[in-house]
């Protein structure tokens, strides 16, 4: 597969209206050519879907922000009996970072790690139990952005209740653990942004009759 598209920003660096603009330019335009392919074979009860995509962004204006993007995803849908079944991943991406919290006009390109584990086990026609693990990694090009370098790693857990009609609610247990290798410089200290966030929620998926499909998460 490919594709050339064309797009627009009115304010692609995002610099305040108040502050003095990069080139006295705040809008710029760009070309973007993406070449492909997909790779989807399943065996049996077993699935694998494969996406690689390449493309080359050229700015007008800018154009030392000109660069390579590159995306690529692989899963395997798993099925074990009537019971048990998954999804087993991992993502890579690199693409230009966005401008909204730091002033530059110098190039940023981020790259994202992700590789993942979803479980269901379906322990009675009407109830699911759901695991999800993932672990996530963000490296960003420019030195003085190497603080946005991080980890994440997202252990969940949920119980979930199928309708008849093909709607679902469930309970969603939720850990996130970030760990930022480099510190982030302020005043004259260094500031620490690991966390750990612990989540409730519930989760809701309702078919409201033909196409009409309602979702929330709240917690």
Same mark, same amino acid.
Request: proline share 3%; charged share 30%.
């Given at each position: 597969?490919?594709?050339?598209?064309?797009?627009?920003?009115?304010?692609?660096?995002?610099?305040?209206?108040?502050?003095?603009?990069?080139?006295?330019?705040?809008?710029?335009?760009?070309?973007?050519?993406?070449?492909?392919?997909?790779?989807?074979?399943?065996?049996?009860?077993?699935?694998?879907?494969?996406?690689?995509?390449?493309?080359?962004?050229?700015?007008?204006?800018?154009?030392?922000?000109?660069?390579?993007?590159?995306?690529?995803?692989?899963?395997?849908?798993?099925?074990?009996?009537?019971?048990?079944?998954?999804?087993?991943?991992?993502?890579?991406?690199?693409?230009?970072?966005?401008?909204?919290?730091?002033?530059?006009?110098?190039?940023?390109?981020?790259?994202?790690?992700?590789?993942?584990?979803?479980?269901?086990?379906?322990?009675?026609?009407?109830?699911?139990?759901?695991?999800?693990?993932?672990?996530?990694?963000?490296?960003?090009?420019?030195?003085?952005?190497?603080?946005? $370098?991080? @980890?994440? /790693?997202? !252990?969940?857990?949920?119980?979930?209740?199928? &309708?008849?009609?093909?709607? #679902? %609610?469930?309970?969603?247990?939720?850990?996130?653990?970030?760990?930022?290798?480099?510190?982030?410089?302020?005043?004259?200290?260094?500031?620490?942004? $690991?966390? @750990?966030? /612990?989540? !409730?929620?519930?989760?809701?998926?309702?078919? &409201?009759?033909?196409?009409? #499909? %309602?979702?929330?998460?709240?917690?």
């Amino acid at each position: 597969m490919a594709s050339i598209g064309w797009a627009r920003d009115d304010n692609l660096l995002r610099i305040a209206d108040d502050a003095p603009a990069f080139d006295n330019q705040r809008s710029d335009s760009w070309t973007t050519v993406e070449f492909g392919g997909v790779v989807d074979k399943t065996w049996g009860r077993q699935r694998l879907l494969g996406v690689a995509k390449v493309s080359k962004v050229s700015f007008d204006h800018f154009r030392q922000l000109d660069y390579d993007g590159k995306d690529f995803q692989g899963s395997w849908y798993w099925q074990l009996g009537n019971q048990f079944s998954g999804e087993l991943g991992a993502t890579y991406e690199q693409t230009l970072a966005p401008y909204t919290d730091f002033r530059s006009e110098e190039r940023n390109l981020r790259e994202r790690h992700r590789s993942f584990f979803k479980g269901a086990w379906k322990l009675h026609p009407r109830w699911e139990a759901h695991t999800a693990l993932s672990h996530e990694r963000f490296d960003y090009a420019l030195a003085v952005q190497s603080y946005n $370098d991080r @980890t994440e /790693d997202v !252990l969940e857990l949920e119980a979930r209740y199928l &309708a008849p009609s093909g709607s #679902t %609610v469930g309970l969603v247990l939720r850990r996130i653990e970030g760990d930022y290798p480099n510190r982030r410089p302020f005043a004259q200290t260094l500031l620490t942004d $690991d966390f @750990t966030q /612990d989540e !409730l929620k519930a989760r809701v998926d309702w078919k &409201a009759g033909g196409a009409v #499909t %309602v979702q929330a998460l709240a917690g």
